[in-house]
Each structure stands twice: as C-alpha cells, then as structure tokens.
C-alpha cells in the first residue's frame, strides 16, 4: 500500500487538471465504495430522482392519459433518439429510443436480411456479446430459407466477406477485452462486398468518440444503462442512416412504428422515418430516467469524457502493471481500447468478489477476465489509484482465499 | 341535471354496499376528475410512489449492479408473472412479465406457427387491436414461405377454421366495444381444428374473470398498464401453457431467456420454462412501478373487481340511455361485455373534448365511440353517476358544438 503521508503528485495534478471534475457532484455515490461498474450498470444521476418523482406524481398521477400529449410522452422516444444522436456522430432523425438492444438487433437484422435477398449469411466474431449472437440465431431462424449465421475471428473477418454475406455485426468495443474494432474500414470492407454492416454501440456510446456517419454506417444499435447513466434496463437505441430509412420495414411492426397509429386501420403501414422502427408503447417511467443521464453526457462532450477514461484506464494500467498472476487482457494503447480495462487472473471470480467486499466494485466475465470500468463524469483519478492498491492488497494478502468469495451469484 | 337537493338513494345504496369501497384510498385521484380511461391508462397506487423512489434512490443508487442480486432484480419477470398469473387462471410457472404486449404477440406467432409446419394461416378479427393484426402480419412477412393473415368477422371465425389454420387470435374484450369473446368455446373450436390459439387479455385482464386453464388455453398476452394499474407503458406479460413451454421457441431468442445467461457462451439455448420467453434486459423501474397496482387487485380479487365493473357499467348505461343521438356500442347484457361501456355518436370527438373539459375524462376511437372505462378499484358509483349527468348536460347544451372541441391532438 502507498504510505497515505506522502501525497500522490500524480494522481493530485490530474484531478486538478480534470475539466470534467465538477460532474462528480451531478452523480449519487454510495459511502465507501469505488464503482468501477459504470460500464455495466451506470450511477444514478442526482437530476434523475427529481424528474421521476415529477413523472409518477404529476404526469402519471395528475395528468394520466392526457400526459401522452401534455407532457409530451407520445414523442419521447424519436426526442431522445436525437439526443443521443449528438452523442454517436448521427443526425437527430436517424436515431430512436425503443425496446431492448436485443430486440433493436432482432429488427434490424430481419430487415437488413430482407433487403438482400440474394445473401444467407450474417458475418459475426465468436465471442461478441452474446445476446447479438442469439438474436441473430433467432432472426435467421424465423426467416428460414437456408439464412445462417458465420463466426468468425476478428483477424479473419475481411477474408470472409463474400458475396453470401448479406450482413456483417459487429461490437464496436468489446464487452470482455474492450478492444475497439476499426468501424471505418471494416464498415468500408462490408459495404464493398456488398453487404450492410450493423454496430453494437453498447460499450463504446458515451464513452469513446463515435462517428456513425463519418465512417458511412449503416446500422447501429446501442445500450443506454452503461455510459450513458440511464438506469437499470433503460430503454436501447438504434440508429438507420437515412439514405436506408424508406427501403427497411421493421419485422416488429408495432402500432408506435405505424404512419397513423391512432387511426386504428387493420393494416401495417410504415411510419415515415426513424419512426418506423419503434414497436409497442414504451415504458414511460424507464424513459424518463434514462434523459438526465443523456443531458449529462451531452453537456460534457464526448471528446472529453472519451479523453478522461483513457487517461483514467492508462493510470490503472500502470498501477496494477506486475502484479503477480495478472495478466493485461485489453489493449495497452489506450486508441485501441473502450471504457474499461480487463485483467485475468485464474483466480479472478474470488478476487473480484474480494474486491467488492473491500468497496471497489467491478464484475467479472468468464473464465478468467475482471472488469473495471472507467466511466468518465462519476470518477476521479483518485478513486482510481485507490481501487488499484486496494487490488495490490487482495492478492499481496491471498484475501480471497476465503471460500467465501467462491460462492457464485445468479448475477456476475 | 338532477337535483344535488334530492339524494339519488341508489347510488347511496350501490356504493354503501360496495365491498372494494377502501381500495379507493389506495389510488391517487386528480382534483375535479373523473377519471373513466382506466382501461386505457390506470391511476397511480399511492403505494408506486415509495416503491418507486426505494427502487431508485436505494437500489440504481446506493445498490447499484449489486441490485441485480440483492434486490431481486433478475427475478422480477419470472415473480411478477405469477403473481399476474393468480388474476388470469393460470399457474404461477406459466406466465412472465416482458417487453411490451405487442413483441409479445410477436414471439408467440412466430413460435406458434413454427410449431405449425404445415399451415400457412393466421387466422384473426377485423377490427381487432391494431398492433395485434400489425405485428402478426410482420410476424409472418419475416417467416415468408406463402404464410398469410386471414381476416373474418366474428360470426364466421368458426366456419374459417381449417386446416390451413396453423394460430387463431383474438382479443378476448374488443377494445372498442368491450364485447367479450368465448374464450372456452373459441378455444375447442380452434384446437379441434389443429390450430393453437392466443388470446389478447389487454382488456380482460384484472377486470373479467379470465381462465386459462379452465378453457385449456394455449397462449396469451395481455396489457399491465390498463386495468393492472402499472403505469404508463409498464411491461406486458404473456403465457404458455406448461404443455406447450418445451417444444414452443422464441424467436426474439436474447439472453434473458437463455438456459444460462451468464456463461455467456455463443450459441442460444433456450431456458427451461416460462422464462425463455424473456428477452433482454427489462425495463426496472417501469417494472417496479407495476407491482403495487398487482398486488391491489391481487388483494381485491377478480370476482369482486369483474362483477362492480358490470355494476358501474349497467349504471351508466342505465343513466345514459335514451340520450339525443346516442347508441349503446356496447353488449347491454353484462356478461357480453368487458370493463368499459362504448357509446357513439356522429360528434363523438368534439363530445369527449367536451367532457373532457368538464374533468370527465375518457376517450375516443375512430370513427364515432366514445369510450367510458369503468376501472373497479378506483371508481365510486357516484362518480359514475356524475359523469353521466355532465354527458347528458354536454348533449342538452351542444357544448360540444364549440370549434375548440374539434381540435385534433397527437394521441386520441
């Protein structure tokens, strides 16, 4: 352990030099603990409590059914789209708020499919976030007709695109090892095979410097409860560019999608627009929440959140750099990398149940990965310092030989 | 107008004898309302409001990700589903809550017609809730392979039944009329055909006496933030029957439903049960919101709740009929009809803005009913009363004939 007499210099003159310093105060922090899980489940922004209360006492509880005009619910998903849309280098109109991001993937798989016809293959990584994989398995099966789904490794994924792939998905940063894709070129290589290529935003919107149209994307999903501090389970967005807008219909062709949804006719007519790809009525109270956390991330600008949790993942990268047993699992240079930092350790499921049992909060993926996240406006550099010589202890001391930490949670 | 100096000794007696009279106290209540869109929109449960506040202020928080665990979060669906289950006559293993009604109807067509190889027909209403008829019409434009949706009126959906006929769905209230569908009879027919058969409980739901089982149903959906008083556009629910739950899949195949979640392993495998009908991450705080308005008509119990809807309802039929230019829209018979009693008339629009304005609040559909929800829980006979006093003084003073009632808004 650092002798807490001798001032860190460094970790002093880069909280003083912090221009996003004064966000701290916008977040709820629990006593005595570092959360270095922002990349997972966001902290709750103080401008959240107030606006919650507002909407279930006022505009649920006095306004009722007349809310969806007055305080104007019936457009909240297409208005916070375009919030967000600030945030990923998209034009407001080309971004929705609207169900899960894996029920955004399923419809824009389905419809990507459908406008190549030609083409049976969806072109993917083995190991990319899971629920994509599944929800792509999912949308070949419903439609059928010999479609499939290819795994294959990053280095290898140029070589497969074929004239098969009607379709390449890929995560922009990697949920395990936070390594960042080239979304230019690997955009610019699927497109010249003639296939569309779709985005997974979750783990890089908020945190990293998106440029959605800069690198000509197609598609894009993303989820809103890790950087962007919505809540838990807040509702995904997803993003068509609009030269794709009129040509892909929405498998989930849900009445809030429809051109005149309160007309009440029989049948399914395209919204014009982003509009098109919303579904059911949105879950108003998870909506709401998720806004303070998008003003935030707004007011703050992503070159310079995407610059603090860099420097944040670089300072704990050399702080824990030697540590007996662990092992870098994320990219070293920090243009390479996302919001947070993966260390293995074969015994890294005690050590991060250790670590949380000390007050520093990360998760742990198997087999063998620990996650930290570095979530720019809650943090400070201090913190951070603090959580890598609280992790020096837990392995200096075997802290989590105890059996204790080897129990395991529904939730990891 | 009556004469507020002469009691109306009925109304007395209906509410003196009311045996859900308490529940009025739980439900917040605007000044000057009477609120008549329950079936569109329920009250707040004064409970929700701590719930809500608890559930962000302590578990997003203070909890944070450790919430997942240690408040119960990744339980909720499975949980709130078996309590919804208790007001539906089904098993508590048999329902789940999740994303809204409509992608749930998604996922039970498709998964449905899966199951129906060989037949190509969808077969459903006229008329039918919108989104019902949108989302199986996408639902089988994603499957392709010659499926199509069949439309007939309901006198004629027996003699359609054949063996083309792979799913039959119907909404067990019409969502304009409130006419109730035979479920029991319906349900043979369909099954005696070789279909499977979805039933839309929207609008039945913790109103009627709905049972599932007792009718041998194969599958439903339903809406929680009408009659379940969960908040505005809180999370449906849906449910198999357990007959069905292994050999039926869903298509929107995301990680929720995976038989293990957090190995995070590349392929799909669905979950054992009701949850693999789960998606993605739900929607917490909407999620939370829902359980108070569950646990009150939980408490109430469907037999009372359905028969003093029928009771409000035959009131206000009673004390509205012979109006200038009004029909019934409705079944008179009480156990023909769901929650809410529909009224039409030429100037139905500018007739709701009226009352509207008066503090009456129900809605609109086009193109001429007028929709009055008779929601159990909240309501006293006397406001009943009242509402049709103020509709019969809005018709006798054409206040409706002012241009300001004419005025079209987003959301009817």
């Given amino acids: 352990m650092s002798d807490p007499e001798v001032p ?111 083409r049976a293959v969806v072109l993917s990584e083995p190991g990319d976030f899971p629920t994509d994989l599944y929800m792509i398995e999912g949308a070949l099966r419903t439609m059928g007709g010999g479609r499939r789904l290819e795994l294959r490794a990053n280095a290898d994924i140029e070589a497969a695109l074929n004239a098969e792939v009607g379709l390449l998905v890929l995560c922009h940063s990697h949920y395990k090892t936070a390594a960042v894709r080239q979304m230019r070129e690997l955009t610019r290589a699927g497109q010249a095979a003639g296939a569309l290529v779709l985005w997974d935003l979750s783990h890089s919107g908020g945190v990293l410097e998106v440029d959605l149209n800069g690198c000509n994307a197609d598609l894009a999903v993303g989820c809103t409860y890790k950087y962007l501090n919505g809540g838990p389970g807040s509702p995904a967005y997803l993003f068509v560019a609009r030269r794709h807008q009129q040509t892909l219909v929405s498998p989930l062709s849900g009445w809030m999608g429809h051109a005149r949804p309160f007309d009440f006719v029989d049948h399914y007519e395209a919204g014009g627009g982003i509009q098109r790809f919303a579904c059911g009525t949105p879950p108003m109270l998870s909506l709401a929440g998720l806004e303070p956390g998008v003003d935030l991330a707004l007011e703050a600008g992503t070159p310079r959140m995407a610059a603090k949790a860099r420097a944040l993942g670089d300072l704990f990268i050399r702080r824990t750099d030697g540590l007996e047993g662990v092992r870098l699992a994320s990219p070293r240079d920090p243009s390479l990398r996302g919001g947070h930092v993966s260390l293995s350790h074969p015994d890294g499921y005690a050590i991060m149940q250790a670590l949380i049992a000390r007050g520093v909060i990360g998760d742990f993926r198997e087999p063998d990965i620990m996650r930290f996240g570095f979530s720019p406006l809650p943090l400070s550099f201090a913190e951070v310092a603090r959580a890598a010589e609280i992790l020096a202890d837990v392995l200096a001391t075997r802290a989590y030989d105890d059996p204790i930490y080897r129990q395991r949670s529904a939730v990891t």
Avoid: C, H
């Fill in 8 to 118: 860190d210099t460094e970790v002093l003159a880069l909280d003083a030099a912090d221009p996003l310093a004064s966000f701290r105060d916008a977040f709820e922090a629990p006593q005595g603990v570092i959360y270095l899980d922002g990349n997972s489940l966001g902290q709750l922004p103080k401008a959240a409590v107030g606006r919650l209360d507002t909407v279930v006492r006022e505009e649920w509880g006095r306004g009722l059914i007349r809310s969806w005009n007055d305080a104007g619910w019936i457009g909240a998903q297409a208005r916070l789209g375009g919030k967000i849309a600030g945030l990923i280098g998209a034009e407001p109109d080309e971004v929705i708020v609207s169900d899960s991001t894996s029920a955004n993937l399923y419809k824009l798989v389905v419809a990507a499919m459908q406008a190549r016809p030609g």
